[in-house]
């Protein structure tokens, strides 16, 4: 019977895998989808992100960018990162650099479905595996905690995440966050001639349709010609009632999700994925949730905050004309994110 059992396969998982076998553990990754595993993001890592990558092993291929902009009808404000550099990258390389660590540490990758778990108190068996510890790490819409019956409705308005490259030449090193009256539009340099274009907003409008509330950036990127096709996620908040059911535990997405406003879900999950397999190691499933709290809690708080004043008709308007009068503000909240 093998140590671990990690349910799925994108960054998050993947991470959970390598810091696994790192520590010496058998460990099988079980993801249904082919290789490279693509999902709608804004794919700039923080440098806080980069750095937990490194000391994977994990030395991704991508577009330095040193701070962000917030860009609004008629003010902007920026700040730089205090120590390090963001990481533009595409989603794809992001997991294919992760697979190819797994793959030399011999982490086991095999395709398949985890939709049922069932476990006693020696061992847990999904995808017709078993292992003494699972991890789950199947996303948003985890199946893994549908089935252990933690999930739970999320309030709010629906949110989504589209996504679509274009290529054209970043005009900048940092990432724009472009605020219209009910969308925000993030620009992340991915190469020397892409960039990244991901819309948060709510249902019922396209992709071209957001990005036309955003006129400044919709003449950045007129003649542009789009690298793929739109890419969709959501709805994004997702609550989930614990992040432990006996041996098996969630991390990333799957444990719960607030937005994607402030940037940190890389980094976030791979926080998360290092508290799981430390409490894997120690045979302590019941330390994890209090280091999963410990590690979000300051994504929770941020972002939670920023997505409150987002919604608020009052308040949003006023979002970027504030961080441009509060330079130093701004300026903290982006290190705190970084």
């Known amino acids: 019977m093998r140590d671990l059992l990690v349910v799925g396969g994108g960054p998050v998982g993947l991470a959970a895998a390598i810091g696994a076998r790192l520590a010496g553990l058998d460990v099988t990754v079980v993801e249904p989808r082919p290789d490279p595993v693509d999902k709608a993001c804004g794919e700039g890592l923080m440098p806080g992100a980069v750095d937990g990558l490194h000391a994977l092993g994990v030395t991704p291929a991508g577009q330095p960018f040193l701070g962000v902009r917030y860009v609004g009808p008629d003010h902007q404000a920026e700040a730089r990162f205090r120590a ?20 030399e540490l011999g982490v086991d990758r095999v395709r398949g479905w ?13 995808a017709g595996m078993s ?64 960039v990244g274009v991901a819309v948060l907003c ?38 989930s009632a614990a992040r432990t059911k006996g041996r098996v535990l969630l991390v990333g997405d799957a444990g719960g999700y607030v937005d994607a406003l402030t ?12 508290a799981a397999v430390h409490a894997v190691l120690t ?9 999963w ?33 509060l330079p130093r503000v701004f300026a903290g909240a982006v290190a705190l994110l970084a």
């Open 131 to 194: 292992a003494r510890w699972l991890i789950a790490a199947d996303g948003l819409h985890s199946p893994v905690r549908r089935s252990l019956g933690l999930e739970r409705p999320a309030p709010g308005s629906p949110r989504f995440g589209l996504r679509q490259h274009f290529a054209v030449k970043p005009w900048t090193d940092l990432v724009e966050v472009h605020w219209s009256g009910r969308s925000e539009a993030y620009v992340t340099p991915v190469g020397g001639g892409v």
């Open 293 to 325: 709290r410990r590690e979000t809690r300051r994504y929770r708080m941020l972002t939670g905050l920023l997505l409150r004043a987002a919604q608020s008709p009052r308040v949003r308007p006023r979002i970027v004309p504030a961080a441009s009068r």
């Open 202 to 239: 709510g249902p019922g409008l396209s992709f071209a349709d957001r990005l036309s509330e955003f006129p400044d950036l919709s003449a950045r990127l007129s003649g542009a010609e789009p690298c793929d096709d739109v890419r969709g996620a959501g709805p994004l908040r997702q609550v």
């Open 84 to 103: 390090g550099s963001g990481l533009g990258v595409r989603r794809t390389t992001l997991q294919a650099a992760l697979g190819r660590r797994a793959d």
């Open 263 to 274: 940037g940190e879900g890389v980094a976030v999950g791979l926080a998360t994925a290092a």
């Open 114 to 126: 985890a939709t049922d778990v069932s476990q006693d108190g020696e061992r847990v068996t999904a």
């Open 283 to 291: 045979g302590r499933p019941e330390g994890y949730e209090r280091a």
